[in-house]
C-alpha cells in the first residue's frame, strides 16, 4: 500500500490529493457491506444518498464512491481502481482530473455524473464528437440504470423530440458541437413550448484540453437562409494567371497572401485600369484578396478535398473531412470559383457563440484529460479551473527515446522509412502520427513503395475511424494516422480482442513514431500516449528536420547546423535544442491567438447576454406585452378588446421578440465586417482590439430602445384578420431555413485551427 500511496500522491501543480486518498480504506470497508447487497437494495442506497444538497460530506461521500465501485463491478464487470475513484472525487470538487490514455476516464466521468445527478443537479457530459456520446452513454448505460439516473445521448442525426428526450434524463452525452447548436438554435425559439435545452447546470468535459484549448476559439455559428453566392469565376481566373513571388507574395509562415505592387497593376491593368483603392471600390479589393487567398494558401487535398461536385473541407488537426462544413462565405465562394464549382447558398448569421462561452455558463465545470498540466494556466486563466494530476494505476513503461533530428525532410523520410523497416520485421505493431492527412497519403505511398504494406487514416467518418485504430495493436500492423484521428479508442495489444497479445508483448508492445513534432508538446505527448496504456510495454520517437514547417516558421533564421553522419541526421544537442525552442514560440502564438479571440468575444458576449437577457424576459415573463401596453396605450386597450388578451399577448410576443432578433442579426453583421475591416485595414499600426472596441461599444449603444420603437411602429400596424392578428402581414418574419456551422474566428488564417464548420441545415428541426 505504502509505495501504492506514494506513487498517487499529487505532482507539483496539481491540486492535493491527499483529501480523496485519505478516505480509500474507508470506501473499501462500506464496499465490503455493500457486496451483500441485491440490485434493488443498491438502488435504494443511491436513491438515499440524494436525499440531500451538494457537496457530499466525506461520509456521504465514501458510501457515494463505494457504492459506485459495486455498481461498476456488477454491471460492467469492471471494479473502479483507487485511480478512478480518485479521479471521480477530483471531478466532483470541479476539477480537471489529468489521467493518461486508457486508464478509464470514461468510467471515471460516470462516476461523477451519477455523484452530480443523485443530487439533483442535471448532468451534460461532453465528448469531442457525436461518436464518443453515443458510445460512451451506452457503454455506461447498465451502470446509470442500476443506479437509478436516466442518460440519454444526441447525435447530428437526432430529431427534436429525442434531443428534447436526451435533455430531459439526468446525465445529457453530447458533442459540444451539437450541444452549441442546440443552445443556438433555442434562441429563435418564439414560444417556451419550443425550446430545447434545460438550464445549464453541470458539465463535465472529457478530453478537456482538446475542447476547453485547442477548439475554444471556434466560435458555433446558427445562419438563416439567403440565395446563392455569387460566383467569381472572372477574378479565380485572374488570379490564376499572377506569378508567385512577382505578382504576389505569401507570407512564410503561409497565413497571408499579398499582391506586390507588379501584381496590382496586373490586375487593375486586367480588369480594365481600375484602381483597386479607391474609396468606392473596396469590393473590388475584397475580391481579388479573396480569390488570390483561395488560390494561393488553400490546398486542394491539404485544405479541402472536391467530391462530388462540393467542396470539403479537411479538418488539418483531426485530419479528417468535416462534413458539412464551409469557410465564411466569400471565402467558400472563391474556393469554389477556383475549382469550377457550382457556389452553395449563402446565409446571413443570426447569432453565434464560442466553445469558450458555452463552456462557461455552466455553473459546475469539470472534466478529464490525458494533458491537463501542460495548459493549466488556460484553464485557470479561462475557466477557473485547476487540474489534478493521477498517476497511473499501474506504472508506465513505455521507453520514450530521443528526438532524432536530420537536416532535410527527404533524410527524414529515408530515415523513418527505414526505421519502419527495421522494427516491422520484428512483428512489432507501429503507430506514425503524421500532421495532416496529405502528409500521411505521401508517406503511405512511400512505405508502400519500400514494401511495407500499411493502413492509413484519412478523412473517414469517426466510427470508422474508432474501428480503425482499435486494430492498431495488431501483430505485424503499419497504420499511419494525423494526430486526433481515431482519438477516444483504446489500442489493446494482439488487436481490439487481444488475441495476440503475449506475442505483441514480446515484441515490445506498441512503437509511435511521431513524423514531426507538433504546434505544442501536449499534442507530442497525446500521441505518445498511445503507446504503453496501463503498464503495457510500448516504445515513441519523434523524427524531424530543419525543414519541418515547426521550424521554419518559428525559427526561419536557424542555420548554420553541422551534419553529423552520412544520411544527415544532427546529433547536436544544440540544435535538438531548437526544436523545443520552436515548438515553445508556436505554444506562444497559439496562446495568444487564445487570449486575442478571448477579447474580442468577451465585449460581445456581454452585449449578447443583454439581448438574451430580455428575450428570456419576452418569452417567459411576458415582456413584450407589458412595454407594448405602455408605448402604445390606445392601440394595445383596442386591439384586446377585439381580439382577446391572449392574442394580443401572443402578437406582442412575435413582434417584439422579431425585433430583437433582427436587431442582433444586423449588429452581428456589423461586428463581423468590423472585425474583418480591421483585418483589411492591416495590421501593425494600431491596437486591432481597441479599433474594434472604440466601434462596437457604441454601435450597441441604444439597441434595446430601438428594437422597443420599432416593436412599437410594427404594433401600431396589426390587423385583425378572423379574429387574429396578422403579424406576418405587419413584417414578422423568420427564417425559413437555418443551418448551423464552426467558424474559425480568423477568417484569413490558415493555421491549425482554421477550421470551417458547416454541419446541418434544419429549421424547427426535423
Ligand atoms: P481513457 O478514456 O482514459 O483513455 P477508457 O475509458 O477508454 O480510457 O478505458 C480504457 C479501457 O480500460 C477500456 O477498455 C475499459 O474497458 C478499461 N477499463 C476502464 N476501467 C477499468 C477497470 N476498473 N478495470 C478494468 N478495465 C477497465
Ligand atoms: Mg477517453
Not at 480537471?96 to 455523484?115: D, I, Q, R, S
Not at 477548439?215 to 494567371?241: K, N, Q, T
Not at 496590382?264 to 468606392?280: P, Q, R, W
Not at 497511473?392 to 533524410?411: M, V
Given at each position: 500500500m505504502a509505495e501504492g500511496v506514494r506513487r498517487l500522491l499529487g505532482k507539483p501543480g496539481s491540486v492535493s490529493l491527499q483529501p480523496y486518498i485519505k478516505l480509500l480504506k474507508t470506501i473499501e470497508e462500506r464496499e465490503e457491506a455493500l457486496r451483500k447487497l441485491s440490485d434493488a437494495e443498491l438502488t435504494e442506497v443511491a436513491t438515499e444518498l440524494?436525499?440531500?444538497?451538494?457537496?457530499?460530506?466525506?461520509?456521504?461521500?465514501?458510501?457515494?464512491?463505494?457504492?459506485?465501485?459495486?455498481?461498476?463491478?456488477?454491471?460492467?464487470?469492471?471494479?473502479?481502481?483507487?485511480?478512478?475513484?480518485?479521479?471521480?472525487?477530483?471531478?466532483?470538487?470541479?476539477?480537471?482530473?489529468?489521467?493518461?490514455?486508457?486508464?478509464?476516464?470514461?468510467?471515471?466521468?460516470?462516476?461523477?455524473?451519477?455523484?452530480?445527478?443523485?443530487?439533483?443537479?442535471?448532468?451534460?457530459?461532453?465528448?469531442?464528437?457525436?461518436?464518443?456520446?453515443?458510445?460512451?452513454?451506452?457503454?455506461?448505460?447498465?451502470?446509470?440504470?442500476?443506479?437509478g439516473v436516466e442518460v440519454g445521448w444526441i447525435s447530428q442525426e437526432s430529431t427534436t423530440e429525442e434531443r428534447r428526450a436526451a435533455y430531459a434524463a439526468d446525465i445529457t452525452y453530447a458533442s459540444v458541437s451539437e450541444l452549441g447548436f442546440d443552445v443556438l438554435r433555442d434562441r429563435l425559439a418564439t414560444d417556451v413550448s419550443e425550446l430545447v435545452v434545460p438550464e445549464p447546470n453541470v458539465a463535465i468535459i472529457d478530453e478537456a484540453d482538446s475542447v476547453l484549448v485547442d477548439?475554444?476559439?471556434?466560435?458555433?455559428?446558427?445562419?438563416?437562409?439567403?440565395?446563392?453566392?455569387?460566383?467569381?469565376?472572372?477574378?479565380?481566373?485572374?488570379?490564376?494567371?499572377?506569378?508567385?513571388?512577382?505578382?504576389?507574395?505569401?507570407?512564410?509562415?503561409?497565413?497571408?497572401?499579398?499582391?506586390?505592387?507588379?501584381?496590382?497593376?496586373?490586375?487593375?491593368?486586367?480588369?480594365?485600369?481600375?484602381?483597386?483603392?479607391?474609396?468606392?471600390?473596396?469590393?473590388?479589393?475584397?475580391?481579388?484578396?479573396?480569390?488570390?487567398?483561395?488560390?494561393?494558401?488553400?490546398?486542394?487535398?491539404?485544405?479541402?478535398?472536391?467530391?462530388?461536385?462540393?467542396?470539403?473541407?479537411?479538418?488539418e488537426s483531426r485530419g479528417r473531412i468535416a462534413l458539412l462544413q464551409r469557410w465564411p462565405d466569400g471565402l467558400q465562394a472563391a474556393v469554389e470559383a477556383k475549382e469550377h464549382l457550382t457556389p452553395s447558398e449563402t446565409g446571413e448569421v443570426l447569432d453565434s457563440i464560442t466553445v469558450q462561452s458555452l463552456v462557461l455558463r455552466y455553473p459546475i465545470r469539470c472534466g478529464m484529460t490525458g494533458t491537463a498540466?501542460?495548459?493549466?494556466?488556460?484553464?485557470?486563466?479561462?475557466?477557473?479551473?485547476?487540474?489534478?494530476?493521477?498517476?497511473?494505476?499501474?506504472?508506465?513503461?513505455?521507453?520514450?527515446?530521443?528526438?532524432?533530428?536530420?537536416?532535410?525532410?527527404?533524410?527524414?523520410?529515408?530515415?523513418?522509412?527505414?526505421?519502419?523497416k527495421e522494427v516491422h520485421a520484428t512483428g512489432r505493431p507501429i503507430l506514425i502520427g503524421t500532421q495532416d492527412v496529405a502528409e500521411s497519403e505521401r508517406l503511405a505511398k512511400r512505405l508502400r513503395r519500400a514494401g511495407l504494406e500499411c493502413v492509413v487514416l484519412n478523412a473517414k467518418n469517426d466510427a470508422e475511424e474508432a474501428a480503425v485504430i482499435a486494430e492498431a495493436g495488431t501483430y505485424g500492423r503499419i497504420t499511419v494516422s494525423t494526430q486526433m484521428a481515431g482519438r477516444g479508442t483504446d489500442i489493446r495489444l494482439g488487436g481490439s480482442d487481444m488475441?495476440?497479445?503475449?506475442?505483441?508483448?514480446?515484441?515490445?508492445?506498441?512503437?509511435?513514431?511521431?513524423?514531426?513534432?507538433?504546434?505544442?508538446?501536449?499534442?507530442?505527448?497525446?500521441?505518445?500516449?498511445?503507446?504503453?496504456?496501463?503498464?503495457?510495454?510500448?516504445?515513441?520517437?519523434?523524427?524531424?528536420s530543419v525543414e519541418d514547417d515547426l521550424i521554419t516558421t518559428n525559427l526561419p533564421e536557424a542555420k548554420g547546423y553541422r551534419v553529423s553522419s552520412a544520411d544527415g541526421e544532427i546529433t547536436d544537442p544544440a540544435w535538438k535544442e531548437m526544436v523545443n525552442h520552436a515548438q515553445r514560440i508556436a505554444e506562444g502564438q497559439l496562446l495568444e491567438l487564445h487570449r486575442n479571440t478571448w477579447r474580442y468575444n468577451q465585449i460581445i458576449d456581454v452585449q449578447r447576454s443583454v439581448v438574451l437577457e430580455q428575450r428570456r424576459a419576452v418569452l417567459h415573463e411576458d415582456l413584450g406585452s407589458r412595454q407594448l401596453a405602455v408605448d402604445c396605450p390606445e392601440t394595445y386597450q383596442r386591439l384586446v378588446e377585439e381580439v382577446g388578451e391572449e392574442e394580443v399577448a401572443r402578437a406582442a410576443r412575435l413582434v417584439t421578440l422579431y425585433h430583437l432578433d433582427r436587431g442582433w442579426a444586423d449588429h452581428n453583421a456589423f461586428l463581423a465586417d468590423l472585425r474583418e475591416g480591421i483585418h483589411l485595414r492591416f495590421l501593425g499600426r494600431r491596437d486591432p482590439l481597441d479599433e474594434f472596441n472604440r466601434d462596437a461599444v457604441p454601435a450597441f449603444k441604444g439597441f434595446l430602445d430601438e428594437a422597443r420603437a420599432r416593436a412599437a411602429e410594427m404594433f401600431e400596424k396589426l390587423e385583425v384578420v378572423d379574429g387574429r392578428l396578422d403579424v406576418a402581414a405587419a413584417g414578422v418574419k423568420r427564417p425559413s431555413t437555418t443551418w448551423t456551422y464552426m467558424v474559425q474566428d480568423q477568417p484569413f488564417s490558415t493555421d491549425l485551427e482554421n477550421i470551417v464548420g458547416r454541419v446541418k441545415n434544419l429549421m424547427g428541426r426535423d
Open positions: 440524494g436525499n440531500a444538497e451538494l457537496p457530499y460530506d466525506r461520509d456521504d461521500l465514501a458510501e457515494l464512491c463505494a457504492l459506485g465501485r459495486e455498481a461498476a463491478r456488477r454491471t460492467l464487470g469492471e471494479r473502479p481502481f483507487d485511480t478512478q475513484l480518485i479521479g471521480m472525487m477530483a471531478l466532483l470538487d470541479g476539477h480537471v482530473a489529468e489521467m493518461a490514455t486508457g486508464e478509464g476516464k470514461t468510467l471515471t466521468g460516470a462516476l461523477a455524473a451519477v455523484g452530480f445527478a443523485l443530487r439533483g443537479q442535471r448532468v451534460h457530459v461532453l465528448s469531442v464528437n457525436d461518436y464518443l456520446a453515443r458510445r460512451d452513454a451506452e457503454w455506461m448505460r447498465p451502470l446509470y440504470t442500476l443506479l477548439e475554444a476559439r471556434v466560435p458555433l455559428v446558427l445562419a438563416g437562409a439567403a440565395e446563392p453566392a455569387e460566383s467569381d469565376a472572372a477574378m479565380a481566373e485572374l488570379v490564376r494567371r499572377l506569378r508567385p513571388g512577382i505578382d504576389y507574395k505569401v507570407d512564410d509562415d503561409g497565413r497571408n497572401v499579398h499582391l506586390t505592387d507588379t501584381g496590382i497593376n496586373v490586375v487593375e491593368k486586367a480588369l480594365g485600369g481600375v484602381d483597386l483603392f479607391s474609396a468606392e471600390d473596396t469590393t473590388l479589393l475584397s475580391r481579388v484578396n479573396l480569390a488570390l487567398h483561395a488560390h494561393a494558401l488553400l490546398h486542394r487535398d491539404v485544405h479541402y478535398v472536391v467530391r462530388d461536385g462540393k467542396v470539403r473541407l479537411i479538418n498540466m501542460a495548459v493549466a494556466e488556460q484553464l485557470r486563466e479561462f475557466y477557473e479551473l485547476e487540474g489534478a494530476v493521477i498517476a497511473p494505476n499501474k506504472p508506465n513503461i513505455r521507453i520514450d527515446e530521443e528526438d532524432r533530428l536530420y537536416a532535410t525532410a527527404e533524410e527524414k523520410e529515408e530515415a523513418v522509412v527505414e526505421k519502419v488475441r495476440d497479445r503475449d506475442r505483441v508483448v514480446k515484441t515490445g508492445g506498441l512503437y509511435v513514431i511521431g513524423y514531426g513534432r507538433y504546434p505544442s508538446s501536449r499534442l507530442d505527448d497525446q500521441l505518445r500516449g498511445r503507446a504503453g496504456r496501463q503498464g503495457d510495454p510500448g516504445g515513441s520517437v519523434f523524427y524531424v
